[in-house]
C-alpha cells in the first residue's frame, strides 16, 4: 500500500497562553497543500523493518521516527503484524508544514485499512494526539480552526480556490522548542476564525504569526524572504508555524524561480 502524507501551512499563528505542562495554548488555521511524502507499507513475516529515502534524516531521528512511533502505539491497541515501512521525504524538515506529523497520521490511517481494523476517526484521533500535537488534523486532513496544543480541531469553510501559492524554504531549521521559549504569550484582540473570512487581501493587516517577532530577529533571511514574496505581488504572505517554511498567496501564477534560485521552492494552483 501507498499513499501520500500531505503537508499544511498555518495561516495566522496566535500563541494565547503558556500551560502547566509547559506546551503553550495557540489559536491558528491549518490549511492541507498537496506538497507530500510517499509513504509505502507492506506485510513482514518476521522483524518489523523501517526505511527512508529523499531527503536525509539523521540516524538518531530515523531511528526514532515518528511513524515507528505511531506504529507502536496502534499496537497498544490493536495486534498488528511486522511490517516494512518506507518512507521516502520531500517535505522539508523543520519548516514548519507538519510533515512528521502527516507520516504519523498516514501511518495510523494506512494501517487502520491495511489491517481492516476499523478504528473509527474519533479512535485514529486519540492515538495520533498521544503521538503529536499536530497529528490529529492530518487524520481529517480538512482546513481546520485549531486550539489548545493544536490539537483541539474545528472544521472552517473559507475558499482560497484560484489563489496560487509559492512556498520558499531556506534550508534553515527552526528550533520550535526554543522559538516558543522566546515568545511572550497573549491573548489576541483579533478573532482568527472571523478574519479568515474576509478578503484575503485584508489579511495582511489582520492575520499574524506570533513566531515572525522572534524568528525573523533570530534569522533575518527569512524575513526578507517574506518581503520578496510582497515586493513580487503576493496579496498575502506568511511564515508558516515555527518557521521557516514562507508562503505567498498570489492572484496570477508567477514564476521566482530566479529569485529563489538557492532555496526549496514549490508551488501550486489551490
Known amino acids: 500500500m501507498i499513499n501520500f502524507p500531505n503537508a499544511k501551512i498555518n495561516i495566522g499563528l496566535n500563541i494565547t497562553e503558556k500551560r502547566k505542562d509547559g506546551f503553550h495554548n495557540i489559536e491558528t488555521i491549518f490549511y492541507p497543500i498537496k506538497l507530500s511524502d510517499i509513504l509505502e507499507i507492506k506485510y513482514l513475516k518476521n522483524n518489523f523493518l523501517f526505511n527512508t529515502t529523499g531527503i536525509s534524516i539523521d540516524e538518531g531521528s530515523r531511528d526514532n521516527n515518528i511513524c515507528i ?22 517535505i522539508p524538515i523543520g519548516a514548519g508544514l507538519g510533515g512528521g506529523s502527516s507520516d504519523a497520521a498516514f501511518t495510523l490511517k494506512m494501517l487502520n485499512s491495511r489491517m481492516k481494523l476499523n478504528l473509527s476517526n474519533e479512535v485514529l484521533l486519540k492515538i495520533a494526539e498521544e503521538t503529536g500535537s499536530d497529528c490529529p488534523f492530518f487524520i481529517l486532513n480538512k482546513p481546520s480552526f485549531a486550539t489548545k496544543k493544536g490539537n483541539a480541531l474545528f472544521p472552517v469553510n473559507f475558499n482560497l480556490k484560484g489563489y496560487f501559492l509559492v512556498l520558499v524554504y531556506s534550508f534553515i531549521q527552526v528550533n520550535t522548542a526554543a522559538a516558543y521559549q522566546k515568545t511572550k504569550p497573549q491573548q489576541s484582540s483579533e478573532k482568527l476564525t472571523y478574519r479568515i473570512n474576509q478578503p484575503v487581501e485584508t489579511w495582511k493587516e489582520h492575520i499574524k504569526n506570533d513566531f515572525e517577532k522572534v524568528i525573523f530577529n533570530d534569522y533575518p533571511e527569512i524575513k526578507k524572504i517574506k518581503d520578496q514574496l510582497y515586493d513580487s505581488g503576493a496579496v498575502y504572505a506568511s511564515m508558516s508555524g515555527s518557521g521557516s517554511a514562507v508562503y505567498g498567496f498570489f492572484r496570477d501564477k508567477v514564476d521566482l524561480k530566479t529569485e529563489f534560485s538557492h532555496y526549496f521552492v514549490w508551488t501550486e494552483w489551490l
Do not use: E, F, G
Open 69 to 90: 512511533k505511531a506504529y507502536h502505539l496502534l499496537k497498544n491497541h490493536c495486534t498488528l503484524p511486522p511490517v516494512h515501512m518506507h518512507l521516502h521525504k520531500n
